[in-house]
Structure formats: structure tokens, C-alpha cells
């Protein structure tokens, strides 16, 4: 995890992960910059972290509850996004520099992300969209955050891949954190409205939480494949780990992404064929055994995995989809070095 050792404690997340504790309702989420990089990377394609516990995946789209939720994992860098895209080389074990690359945002997602056509509900993101703030109470806003004002003012506060994608899914709720400080914002479309809530950082006498009784949806917590996205991932899958400045257009996969819509139909013909089984249990790490006192200052680390996470392997085997990792490709500059893939 990328953050001063200082914050470095083992903290309750291991009860869930070995079993000891259940979460009492469903929770969906996506990864920011403070993150298990390592378990993040087990999941790539999204999973269940702990029982009840289910991570999107780098970027992902599931239906739950009669709602289609879209989410995106990271942070936005310029530098990693501008440069070589697409290909995720960073693996365990992490360099200094690694161990924070591996969760900024890359072009490939968001051209993904970018293909779907289909109506999202709900789109989950750490980092706000760039612009956002001009949709809400900017006032209020910069009496919370003084600071802010420069970025605001220069239109850089915030992702713009995020902006990109808010502008083009125009999804009905779009919700994230990050900036630790809750800001509601309404964004109009031409037929159709976003309504976009950022959280507070999880502390006592934050505005960390909220609840929402008009976003629709039913009671079903079952959560399914979503078939547009398994084609989408069955088109591109080949540009994972693919080093290059510059990736196709969207325009590029649209007769690949029938076909693989085709594939993905004939792979699951049914609803039930869809459901994701909690597969919490498929642990690559031996759970955590605490010692000593209640507040354990973690100092060491597990072995990197060695193999990846059977759910990863199950979802791209019924998709007849190779693991990218390990693999190894060259630069797109000549050069002596080559780069591991791990994934």
C-alpha cells in the first residue's frame, strides 16, 4: 500500500478477510490510491475480496438489484496516461515507483469504458471529474477547502479522463471520494441529468455516508456479469498489455465487438448462467494472525502471489481469454531492457 509508514496499521479489514467477520449488507466498491495494489491486481477483472465484500475490478460494469453499476478504479496522473498506455506492467513485488503507477488510470479503461452503449445507473470512481465543480456550490466548496481555488480557477482540479467518461455514459448517479470533502453537484445533458455526490473521508463527525432512497432498484443482491461488458473485455483483451502511444479508436472494435457479442451470448444464454458466485474463499494469502497488542504496527509482508486469483482464472476461462502475466514485451523504442508484465 502506497502511504507514510506511519499510517501503516493493521486495522479490522483481515476479520473479513479470513471469515472471522461477515459484512451485514452487500458492498460494492472500487480502488483508489491507498489500496492493497497487490489484491487489487489478483482481481483485475473484479471479485469478491471478502464474503459479501466485491471489488468492481480496474474498471468493470455488473448489474445488482436492477441497477447497472460502471466503476473505475485509480487516479488520474498525466504523466502515466499521456506516455505509453494501455500496458500494466507493475507486478509484486513493487518498487517505490511501481507501487504507486500500478493504480493511476490508464487510456485502455477509459476506451473501454468508452464503447459502452448501454444505460448505466451508477458509475463509481475514486478521483471527481474534472469541471464538476462548476455544477455545484463552488462557494461552499472553498470555505471547506480554501486551497482549492488555484485548481479551480485554472479548470485542473479533477481527472479529465473522469470528464470524459461522465460526459459520454451520462450516467443517472455518479459518486466517489478522494478529495475528502462531501460535494453534491447536478450535471444536465441534453435529455437527461447526473447527479454526482463526493464523500468526506471515513472519521467521526465526517460526512462519510449517505443514503439514498430514490436511485431505484430492487431488493435482489445477486450480482451479474453484465454481457456488454464480458464483449467489450473479449475485444480488447489483446491491448491489456499492449505498450503503445497509441491505442485504436473506439470506431476500430465496433465489428470485433459484434462478434464478440455474438461469443458472449453463446458463453451465457441465461440470467442465471450471469450470476457471480461469492468465491470470497479463493484466498491467495494466508489470513493475518494478530500478536501482541490491539493497534499492531505491520511492519513485514506476505510473499508476492505466485499464482492469479481463481476467479480471475475462471471468468477468462468461460470467456476463452489468455492471462496477460507473465508475459514479456518489448519497449517501443529500441532498448536493451524489456518489461515484465504482471497481471
Known amino acids: ?28 466498491f472500487i480502488g483508489g490510491n491507498h489500496e492493497a495494489s497487490n489484491y487489487m491486481q489478483e482481481l ?6 471478502a464474503r459479501n465484500i466485491y471489488y468492481i475490478g480496474c474498471a468493470g460494469v455488473i448489474n445488482v438489484g436492477g441497477l447497472r453499476i460502471c466503476g473505475m478504479s485509480g487516479i488520474y496522473n498525466q504523466y502515466h496516461y499521456e506516455n505509453p498506455v494501455g500496458s500494466r506492467y507493475e ?8 507501487q504507486r503507477s500500478v493504480y493511476h488510470v490508464r487510456p485502455l479503461q477509459v476506451m473501454q469504458l468508452k464503447m ?19 455544477h455545484g456550490d463552488v462557494n461552499k466548496l ?49 435529455t437527461s441529468q447526473t447527479k454526482f455526490l463526493a464523500l468526506d473521508k471515513c472519521l467521526p463527525g465526517r460526512s462519510f455516508m449517505q443514503f439514498l432512497d430514490d436511485i431505484g432498484g430492487n431488493h435482489d443482491m445477486t450480482i451479474y456479469h453484465d454481457k456488454e461488458w464480458l464483449a467489450i473485455l473479449h475485444s480488447t483483451q489483446q491491448y491489456v498489455a499492449h505498450k503503445t502511444k497509441d491505442l485504436p479508436s473506439v470506431e476500430f472494435f465496433t465489428g470485433m465487438l459484434e462478434t464478440s457479442r455474438e461469443i458472449v451470448a453463446s458463453l451465457f444464454p441465461s440470467l442465471e448462467s450471469l450470476r457471480i458466485e461469492d468465491d470470497s474463499s479463493a484466498r491467495t494469502a494466508q489470513p493475518y494472525v494478530p500478536v501482541g497488542t490491539r493497534k499492531y504496527r505491520f511492519k513485514g509482508c506476505y510473499p508476492p502471489m505466485q499464482h492469479g486469483n481463481l476467479q480471475t482464472d475462471i471468468l477468462l476461462s468461460k470467456l476463452g481469454l489468455y492471462h496477460v502475466a507473465p508475459v514479456t514485451i518489448p519497449l517501443s523504442q529500441p532498448d536493451d531492457n524489456e518489461i515484465d508484465i504482471g497481471i
Not at 502506497?2 to 479489514?13: Q, R, V
Not at 444505460?119 to 470512481?125: E, G, H, I, R
Not at 485542473?156 to 455514459?169: D, N, Q, T
Open 1 to 28: 500500500m502506497a502511504c507514510p509508514d506511519k499510517y501503516k496499521e493493521m486495522n479490522s479489514f483481515y476479520k473479513y478477510y479470513s471469515g472471522e467477520k461477515v459484512a451485514p449488507v452487500l458492498t460494492i
Open 44 to 49: 483485475f477483472y473484479g471479485g469478491y475480496v
Open 91 to 98: 507486478h509484486p513485488p513493487y518498487t517505490p515507483s511501481s
Open 116 to 134: 459502452i452503449s448501454e444505460k448505466v445507473d451508477v458509475f463509481l470512481s475514486h478521483d471527481w471529474p474534472r469541471g464538476i465543480c462548476s
Open 142 to 190: 472553498l470555505s471547506q477547502k480554501k486551497f482549492l481555488r488555484q485548481e479551480i480557477n485554472e479548470n485542473s482540479l479533477g481527472s479529465p479522463a473522469s470528464e470524459e467518461l461522465l460526459h459520454a455514459l451520462k450516467p443517472s448517479y455518479w459518486f466517489c471520494g478522494h478529495m475528502h470533502v462531501k460535494f453534491p453537484a447536478i450535471v444536465q445533458h441534453d
